[in-house]
């Protein structure tokens, strides 16, 4: 699409289309481009003729007509103007059709035939041939069907083979046209006619022993088949790694191309499972079912030995295990059967790159998302970009799209900046083969960045890159700095045309492509891909669905400019960390045995700028190495919400494609009358079930994917005629929108732009599909694109697909796909959590509950389990809360939630612990995690268990229950410099307020509990240990919360200072209870000699 590095902006629902220039060049080029008309009758636009002046069919009322409308009109309508009715005449070029002969004015005796591809011969057979030609073939060319014998050469030697048989006449050879690969293109350049005019030959006898070749049948044709056949072979076989000596089976080869050779490295599987070995799965497996089992027994006993008199805290306690053992249940048995994946990137260059051949990789558009760039820096985003632009892809197979949500003119402005620094940085990480490809975390790398470079120009040329960089930022930051300070009146563009977006709520849609089609190459001459700028439009009234819609926006806008099959959507600070991410995605969705029920191909999230010791468990490394390689061997990952390859169908809401099963045996030595019973009992099954097929036939018609459409499928190749009649286009538009280019984009399984269409025509389609109105009254939100109903739209958005029968596929590289940026302090990571917590809480209230929705589909058991406990999680801050509340209400009354230990219930309670510990250790082994990282999960666990959690589900309650939205500001209070400055930054927040409650009153009551064992004796000290585990079982989870209260103490360690009053506050009661000033035996008293009376 070529916009000449203009911005479109415009709303479809005003009738508004504007394109804003940033020079007088493109001012002039722009009024030219919009004087110019559409036709009436097919759309297109009209044609620009030699003198310079748009295409006028009709004389009289200069009703806008295309030429190709023009020609069909004369030759196959009613010759007439549509609008005026007067009748067409003949302009020069055009050929002559009856009722042209009483016309005059000049002669066109050129164009009137075009004799130039046809030698001399009689003009009647010549205007014959082209008419009949006319009238049969569209393109204007004859087919085979319709050579005139009368006038062929007849010195032209007629074949057998290519050579001439001498058992047949010179006069009985059959000549036979090889088939025409384009029906625009000639094979031989000989005139044709109607096959009613051919000279019929007459038959001659043949001999059935003979070869038909001798007769001439098929001859020509047959033989060139062949040579094509074998160039082709000899095509593939020159990409082939292992040539063997053709002894290989024939049978291994795939079914979707035999032609390609059957035992290449080219024709093996893209990827495959690697299940964890048995050594480290079984046991891990036999641990939990022992553990099932000792959960059993264990209560067993709570029940059955209640405390008395301490009934409240003993049955709190009791319901609060019951609840983390069936949450416990959810989040296990989707572990069950973890797998690992490879790809073998080599075997898909193999198969879908060869040499001398255009790329038959499929393309990719990627979309950035991004909302207030005071929020999220400019200079983060244009890494992304970059690194997208860079990727180890082919150029014109990426197309990268930025959403705007925000309309902020410092994007725009950014990403302008950012498309001429790409012209330098593409070629440079090309050429050096660099990573990662994002310039800020390139040049930050603390390598040897000589290591292994031996080209003698890559000191030079990194230096030289290092000082453009340099001075990119300093422009972002200009930018950002001016950005501050907005003027009264608004931001007005470098023409003086005000900025579209000053109204951030009030505002069209914008569309500016940067970079790709438009004649901008890199610095050295080469294509860039596809860079393309989106601000949705934004009107008072309307629900703009927050990200959700901005990425359905993408989606259609998308589909309408480049409509790749295969879409990346990444968070403006992730930033692509492998350049061949993009490939290792393809090795999944391209694979011709498995890659069809994909619905996309996760990558697990990994971060930068985070602690060593990743005090809030930012990397949530357990989560993305153990939880997703579990789902991984069901029935695949939940989406995440970045750093995920969609399939476009997928998120169309289609349906995944059914694998046919074979049918069934039967057999015949069973009794027929036992037959009959079958027969019988089957045919009432059958019954039964018609009703309720018939109840959900309804809903499956939109569902099921549809390749054709009757009024839209004219001139568009790859559309299955058979299915037109299964969805008429009103249902189409219920389902998609009222814009029939992007209806006709989804009917389109392998992508691409519809034939024929103009750039102008494409960008007023563009700036529809993202008018505030257009999802009205369709299925936008509901079954296609993202979903709506709630802050955390992956989630909903991933489990839809699931239950739609797709699969999905976690692909961990080696090197890391995608690396982000997280807050690392501790109120912006709670601020995280609730906003994840609140998500689940709304889907847990909605009718996409998973727990009773999606039955009878394709969503599997165990990943209904895992969807279950990502939606059910923030319930558990209740029980957790009080859970650890118990410890510190035990030490303060001297209760406890357990009577007297006896032996077997001692015995319980270790296998209790020894399981979950071997749970653990086993967990560690095959999901390679450290075990620091497990406990710092296990401690954030409880941390935002006991805030974020606790404040989601109250938060998702009064918003759908009351309607009720309440947010949680966050106030700066102060910070240091330095590096992870940002880890020592407190801000205030509510949600510290639970866990600093809990955090205070365990201590205090360890202290207190410590006392009265002091005062009491030694026969106390066995009852509190008991207690004091449990408290100091608590304050050791929260120990990270208290760490990032305290903040940075000057050096020393927090946990020195949290002993130090603790050791101090016992020694000070020990201190009271010795008392070493005191007597043995207590105060003596002595009469003072006063008469106090």
């Known amino acids: 699409m070529d916009t000449k590095g203009r911005l479109v902006a415009g709303s479809h629902n005003r009738n508004e289309f504007v394109l804003i220039n940033a020079d007088e060049v493109g001012r002039v080029t722009s009024v030219k481009e919009l004087s110019g008309q559409i036709c009436q009758i097919c759309g297109d636009e009209i044609e620009i003729t030699v003198d310079g002046e748009p295409f006028v069919a009709c004389n009289e009322c200069a009703f806008p007509i295309c030429r190709p409308c023009y020609e069909y009109e004369r030759r196959e309508g009613n010759q007439a103007c549509p609008q005026c009715k007067t009748r067409f005449k003949r302009i020069k070029g055009s050929p002559r059709v009856d009722g042209d002969e009483d016309e005059e004015g000049f002669d066109d005796l050129d164009n009137e035939f075009d004799l130039a591809n046809y030698p001399r011969r009689d003009a009647h057979g010549v205007s014959e041939a082209v008419l009949s030609s006319r009238h049969n073939n569209a393109s204007g060319f004859a087919t085979p069907s319709e050579v005139d014998a009368a006038t062929l050469n007849p010195e032209i030697p007629l074949l057998t083979y290519g050579q001439e048989d001498d058992g047949i006449s010179a006069d009985k050879h059959a000549l036979i046209i090889p088939p025409f690969m384009n029906r625009a293109k000639r094979v031989h350049p000989m005139p044709f006619s109607d096959t009613a005019s051919s000279v019929s030959l ?88 022992i553990r099932m089992v000792i959960l059993g027994l264990f209560f067993h006993y709570r029940i059955l030995h209640p405390v008395n008199d301490a009934y409240a805290l003993w049955l709190i306690s009791v319901i609060c295990e019951i609840w983390f053992a069936v949450s416990w249940i959810f989040d296990q048995f989707p572990k069950w059967f973890p797998i690992e994946r490879e790809t073998y990137l080599d075997r898909l260059s193999l198969r879908y790159e060869k040499e001398g051949k255009p790329s038959e990789l499929a393309p990719v558009d990627v979309f950035v998302s991004t909302v207030d760039p005071m929020k999220e820096p400019p200079l983060i985003t244009a890494n992304t970009v970059l690194s997208i632009l860079a990727v180890d892809y082919p150029v014109d197979k990426v197309a990268c799209y930025v959403s705007d949500d925000g309309a902020a003119m410092l994007t725009f402005e950014a990403l302008s900046e950012t498309s001429e620094f790409a012209r330098k940085w593409v070629p440079f990480c090309k050429k050096f083969n660099i990573e990662p490809r994002a310039p800020e975390w390139y040049f930050a790398e603390k390598v040897d960045y000589l290591k292994d470079k031996v080209h003698p120009s890559f000191v030079r040329e ?409 939606v059910v999680y923030p319930l558990t801050s209740v029980p957790l809360l009080a859970y650890c509340t118990l410890p510190a209400v035990c030490l303060l009354t001297g209760k406890f939630i357990v009577p007297e230990i006896s032996n077997y219930a001692s015995i319980l309670f270790m296998l209790m612990f020894l399981s979950i510990a071997v749970t653990s250790i086993l967990e560690i082994q095959w999901g390679s995690v450290g075990i620091d990282d497990l ?49 020592y930054l407190f801000k205030w927040t509510t949600l510290l307020i639970p866990p600093l409650t809990l955090l205070i009153i365990n201590i205090v009551g360890v202290i207190v509990g410590i006392s009265d064992a002091i005062s009491n004796g030694y026969e106390s000290w066995g009852p509190l240990f008991g207690r004091l585990f449990f408290a100091i079982w608590v304050i050791l989870h929260l120990y990270p919360f208290l760490k990032g209260m305290m903040g940075k103490q000057n050096s020393v360690p927090t946990i020195l200072i949290v002993w130090s009053i603790l050791l101090a506050s016992i020694f000070s009661l020990l201190w009271v209870r010795i008392n070493p000033f005191l007597a043995r035996g207590g105060i003596v008293l002595e009469v003072c000699g006063l008469d106090c009376d």
């Open 462 to 870: 990194r230096r030289a890159m290092k000082r453009e960089y340099e001075e990119f930022k300093i422009r972002i930051n200009g930018l950002v700095t001016m950005a501050q300070k907005v003027p009264e009146e608004g931001w007005t563009m470098q023409d003086g045309t005000p900025w579209p977006g000053n109204d951030v709520r009030d505002h069209p849609g914008m569309i500016q492509v940067f970079l790709g089609n438009n004649g901008v190459h890199d610095i050295e001459g080469n294509e860039l891909p596809r860079l393309v700028y989106v601000s949705r439009e934004k009107r008072p009234g309307f629900d703009h669905h927050k990200k959700a819609g901005a990425m359905n926006a993408l989606i259609r806008v998308s589909a309408v400019i480049s409509n790749a099959p295969y879409m990346l959507n990444v968070d403006c600070d992730h930033y692509i960390n492998n350049s061949k991410a993009l490939r290792e995605a393809m090795c999944f969705m391209m694979d011709p045995t498995s890659g069809k029920k994909i619905c996309y191909v996760q990558f697990p999230q990994r971060f930068d700028g985070i602690d060593r010791h990743d005090r809030y468990s930012n990397r949530n490394v357990v989560f993305f190495d153990i939880n997703m390689k579990g789902l991984d061997g069901i029935q695949g990952p939940i989406y995440v919400g970045t750093g995920c390859v969609f399939r476009r169908q997928a998120l169309y809401g289609y349906d995944a494609p059914i694998k046919k099963k074979p049918p069934g045996k039967t057999c015949n030595c069973l009794p027929k009358w036992l037959l009959c019973c079958c027969c019988l009992s089957r045919k009432k099954k059958a019954k039964g079930k018609s009703k309720e097929k018939s109840t959900k036939s309804k809903s499956k018609d939109m569902s099921i994917q549809i390749h054709a459409l009757e009024n839209i499928e004219e001139g568009i190749e790859g559309i299955d005629s058979e299915k037109s009649s299964l969805m008429p286009q009103i249902k189409f538009e219920k389902k998609f929108g009222q814009s029939p280019v992007f209806i006709a984009s989804t009917l389109l399984e392998d992508g691409g732009v519809l034939p024929g269409a103009t750039s102008a025509s494409l960008l007023k389609e563009a700036i529809h599909v993202i008018s505030c109105g257009y999802e009205d009254k369709t299925e936008w939100g509901k079954e296609v694109g993202w979903i709506y109903g709630s802050v955390t739209e992956d989630i909903l958005t991933g489990f839809k697909m699931h239950c739609h029968g797709w699969r999905s596929v976690y692909c961990i590289p080696k090197r890391a796909a995608f690396k982000g940026s997280a807050p690392i302090n501790l109120s912006d990571r709670l601020h995280q959590v609730l906003r994840w917590a609140l998500g689940s809480v709304e889907i847990l209230l909605s009718r996409h509950c998973p727990i009773w929705y999606g039955y009878g589909c394709g969503l599997k058991p165990l990943e209904r389990f895992s969807y279950i406990n990502s």
């Open 202 to 289: 007459p038959p001659r006898p043949m001999d059935p022993k003979k070869d038909l070749a001798v007769y001439g049948y098929g001859t020509v044709a047959w033989k060139d088949r062949m040579e094509e056949w074998r160039r082709r072979q000899n095509d593939k076989l020159q990409m082939v790694k292992h040539q063997g000596d053709g002894s290989g089976s024939q049978n291994d080869g795939d079914i979707d191309d035999p032609d390609m050779p059957k035992m290449d490295e080219g024709r093996q599987p893209l990827s495959r499972k690697l299940p964890i070995s048995s050594s480290k799965i079984n046991p891990y497996r036999m641990v939990i079912l």
């Open 935 to 983: 406990w710092r999960n296990e401690q954030f666990w409880v941390i935002g268990g006991v805030s974020a959690h606790l404040f989601a589900l109250f938060q998702g309650l009064l918003k759908v229950l009351a309607g009720v939205n309440t947010n949680f500001t966050v106030t700066s209070k102060g910070g240091d410099d330095g590096e992870f400055s940002e880890l």
